[in-house]
């Protein structure tokens, strides 16, 4: 077993899509804002060391939390896209987080995410220098026209969904998100900043309950899922 890890949390989206004025992070899921249940178990998690959570310049509803389960739980900003929360994320990690030190990394609206599945994404992806939790695709793809019809169907083999965590070290990640803002590029999650810089991510499959909530059904489907996915 690997030394406790850091674990950055996006938490930065405006995600209001929901409904309301308030991020989609805040909104209640079984009476408490959603993130601090996704806090709470991240932090409970015997190989997390800390937490840096990374929050909106206009954010006005963190708690202001500094400690769970007795780990650091420190803060700081994010920036537009996803990716820039991520790279301020990695940042401002504390010194003692070596370059050669893995990081997770793991959205604030995926609360459901099982302690199992964390740790195999750490046993297995030191092994292969990084990886992400994910599963094999099982609906049938569609590429879509812009007049909403179905105008090809897209191969399903070797296609998998992406979920988070996602694992890497700190210094290789950071210079793969560099890099990808430099060019230009909106990566949409760490192993494609990876991917670009030549790595190839261990794809590590983890239950597909670890929903990133993002609609009002999720809420609904995240609330049963909670209790079920400890
Ligand atoms: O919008 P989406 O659900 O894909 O966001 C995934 C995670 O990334 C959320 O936890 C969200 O708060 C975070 N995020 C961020 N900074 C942004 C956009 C999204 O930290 N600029």
Known sequence: MSGPLWCVVPAAGRGTRVGG????????????PLILHTLERLAAHPQVAGLMVVLGSADDQWPGTTTLSGKPVLTCLGGT????????????LPPEVTDEAFVLVHDAARPCVRERDIARLIELGILAGGGLLGAPLRDTLKRAGGDGRSHETEPRDHRW????PQMFRRGELSAALL????AGVTVSDEAMAMERAGFAPLLVEGAED????????DFA??????????
């Open 210 to 217: 670890n929903i990133k909530v993002t609609t009002a059904t």
């Open 81 to 92: 896209e996803r990716c820039d929360s991520v790279l301020a994320g990695l940042r401002a």
């Open 161 to 164: 969904r992406a979920f988070t």
């Open 221 to 230: 489907l995240a609330e049963f899922l909670l209790p079920r996915t400890k």
């Open 179 to 182: 890099a990808a803002s430099l």
């Open 21 to 32: 004025d308030i991020p989609k992070q805040y909104l209640p899921l079984a009476g408490r």
